[in-house]
């Protein structure tokens, strides 16, 4: 199947076409018919399975065949997103996408000054993209009105519940007319989005494409057994194997470690810089850019890029620290293999981490393979697991000592 079989306008083919789309995938095979019908949608696909193509080209295409009944009161079209990398990432695929068009958009998100988005909202566009928080401050402010809204798409919508979004999300709803069209998209369906989309959508088309537990064909796995002292040499020791140009995404459990370990590389000559939620947004953007521009070769990141971040052809991830969520683990290592591309996923696994493994393969079904053939290898040390297993071996007899004779004492 192709692009043109989907029957979106000239303009969107030639958008496509020049970036690089070839064939839709599942997910937007599905999902854009869908959406073109008006049907309201629920879908269940990990990242890296083309999302944002599968509701952003039917909403354009919508867009560009109506006629704004109201044009100077907000955004037609509303996408909702957790986190400011992800709101800035979308922004920028609808710019791919709109080339061609004259469809105005703008993404607004915490972290950063309001002025500078306000302007942006002053330009009338009709794609908006937000985070919750942001989105609900402007529209106190009176800087936005969501009265003309006509497509509403929550992206990410497990996460924006494991963040405590729950309450702005329903108060943003409350904001929108009824007579909307409406898509929800989450990698998981826990009872709590279940809940939710019964509340938002009206008789959805149901999707489900690679649900979670699945984990991209083109992703070569490797465990790395390892005490958790040498970690960084075993960081430092494969990211020098690599290829120089090589962009590599090495994740982080905690806030802390990833400042530690990006200086640790740097000392050892390898350009790295840490981003997380402590970083200031600008910040963030620029270490993004570098990384994408290959000025920096290793990015360290806590998982707040673990769904925010899209970096085309990253050749490699690297779990340093395990997570202790599975499925944590199958969006970390979709950051790479995207969009048909091969990657590899390596992970560190100390002796402590041996429960987080056990978590992982249960949910991925399949062996991930053991690499001990490297120069940091706890060789001389049991593993936890076998620890825990080894039977307790008998204690010695004690030998039961004679008693001598009292001696008699002659009368």
Do not use: W
């Not at 109506?66 to 979308?90: K, V």
């Not at 519940?161 to 309450?167: C, N, S, V």
């Not at 970083?279 to 290793?298: D, E, P, V, Y």
């Amino acid at each position: 199947m192709s692009f043109s079989n989907l029957n979106l306008a000239e303009s969107l083919l030639k958008a496509l076409e020049a970036s690089g789309y070839q064939q839709p995938t599942p997910i937007q095979q599905q999902a854009i018919p869908a959406i073109l019908r008006k049907r309201d949608v629920l879908a269940c696909a990990q990242t890296g399975t083309g999302k944002t193509a599968a509701f952003a080209l039917p909403i354009i295409q919508h867009l560009l065949r109506s006629t704004p009944s109201a044009p100077s009161i907000g955004p037609r079209a509303l996408i909702i997103a957790p986190t400011r990398e992800l709101a800035i990432q979308i922004d920028e695929n609808i710019a791919a996408y709109t080339r061609f068009t004259c469809i105005g958009h703008a993404a607004v998100f915490g972290g950063v000054s309001l002025s500078g988005q306000i302007s942006e909202l002053q330009k009338k566009p009709e794609m908006l993209v937000a985070t919750p928080g942001r989105l609900l401050d402007l529209h106190a402010q009176r800087e936005l009105s969501l009265q003309n809204v006509a497509f509403l798409v929550l992206d990410e919508a497990d996460r924006m519940l494991d963040m405590g979004f729950i309450k702005d999300i329903k108060k943003i709803v409350s904001l929108i007319p009824t007579d909307r069209h409406t898509s929800l998209f989450s990698a998981t369906m826990p009872i709590d989005i279940t809940n939710l989309a019964n509340t938002m959508l009206s008789n959805p088309e149901q999707i489900a494409v690679t649900p979670v537990a699945s984990t991209v064909d083109k992703i070569s796995q490797a465990i790395y057994p390892v005490a958790k002292t040498d970690k960084a040499n075993l960081l430092i020791y494969l990211i020098l194997k690599e290829d120089h140009a090589a962009n590599i995404l090495v994740f982080s459990r905690t806030k802390y470690g990833a400042d530690r370990i990006a200086r640790k590389l740097k000392k050892n000559g390898i350009s790295a810089e840490a981003i997380h939620g402590d970083k200031k947004q600008q910040t963030r953007q620029n270490t993004l850019a570098a990384f994408k521009s290959g000025k920096i070769q290793a990015l360290v990141a806590t998982d707040i890029a673990a769904r925010g971040l899209d970096i085309d052809r990253l050749q490699l991830v690297i779990n340093y620290d395990l997570p202790n969520e599975p499925e944590t683990y199958v969006h970390r290592i979709g950051r790479t293999g995207r969009a048909g591309e091969s990657g590899r996923a390596l992970s560190f696994c100390s002796p402590e981490e041996e429960e987080y493994l056990s978590q992982i393969i249960k949910l991925i079904k399949q062996q991930i393979p053991l690499v001990a053939d490297h120069p940091f290898v706890a060789v001389n040390e049991e593993s936890h697991q076998d620890q825990v297993n080894k039977p307790v071996p008998p204690k010695p007899k004690k030998k039961k000592k004679r008693k001598r004779p009292k001696a008699h004492t002659p009368a």
